[in-house]
């Protein structure tokens, strides 16, 4: 998986990401100042940068500036300024995406993958028996018509399509899909299996032959 430099002055966001992320396979370090950012980048590579925007020193956009001017990293902007200037602004020094705080934990991590997969010039859809999946746009589509589904259960989905046979304990889910030190319960996990079904049963999928549960341990999806 990925190397991610997490730059942010508040270190309780810092673990925040790393405990989200980390259970994915990413490496992560934790960096509390632009400066000592690129210090890093000088000394160790990294395949993406999370960068927030309102630090002393050196802002994030000075930062991303800086950055773009040596090295050709994904950045990600991550900052509570939502205005349409500021995510301009961020765009035109270079950041590939810009995601607004609070965020969505689930949107957050399709956005780096996403990122990542234009990095790496991997295809951002996964096909399966008529079901569309796009990682970029967050869309699905089964023989042409749109489902609408929440983040949650997007990444949902994503996570079974990429992982055919698998089974997910609820905890897993917990912790991959919602983030560690969040108080969900594993009757919100099936209340979000059950929406998706339902999702996609309206939509002429066949959900119940694919999205099986395993009793006892969790879910999974079959090939």
């Known amino acids: 998986m990925a190397t991610i430099l997490l730059v942010d002055d508040e270190t309780r966001m810092l673990d925040l990401l790393s405990l989200y992320l980390t259970p994915l396979g990413h490496k992560c370090f934790k960096i509390t100042s632009a400066l000592d950012a690129i210090r890093f980048l000088e000394e160790q590579q990294a395949d993406l940068v999370l960068l927030d925007v309102m630090m002393p020193e050196m802002d994030g956009w000075e930062a991303c500036r800086e950055i773009r001017k040596h090295w050709d990293i994904p950045i990600i902007m991550l900052t509570a300024m939502s205005e349409k200037p500021d995510i301009v602004k961020g765009l035109k020094m270079g950041a590939d995406d810009y995601v607004t705080k609070p965020f969505d934990e689930g949107e957050l991590v399709a956005r780096i993958e996403a990122v990542l997969r234009r990095q790496?010039?991997?295809?951002?859809?996964?096909?399966?028996?008529?079901?569309?999946?796009?990682?970029?746009?967050?869309?699905?589509?089964?023989?042409?018509?749109?489902?609408?589904?929440?983040?949650?259960?997007?990444?949902?989905?994503?996570?079974?399509?990429?992982?055919?046979?698998?089974?997910?304990?609820?905890?897993?889910?917990?912790?991959?899909?919602?983030?560690?030190?969040?108080?969900?319960?594993?009757?919100?996990?099936?209340?979000?299996?059950?929406?998706?079904r339902d999702k996609l049963r309206k939509a002429g999928f066949a959900a119940d032959e694919y999205l099986t549960t395993v009793w006892g341990v969790g879910y999974k999806w079959l090939e």
Do not use: C, M
């Open 120 to 196: 790496s010039g991997k295809s951002p859809l996964i096909a399966f028996k008529g079901l569309n999946l796009n990682a970029d746009s967050f869309e699905l589509q089964y023989n042409g018509t749109t489902i609408p589904l929440t983040p949650k259960e997007f990444s949902l989905l994503q996570l079974f399509l990429q992982n055919r046979n698998k089974v997910f304990t609820r905890e897993h889910l917990i912790s991959t899909i919602w983030g560690y030190g969040v108080g969900t319960e594993d009757r919100t996990i099936d209340s979000h299996v059950r929406n998706l």
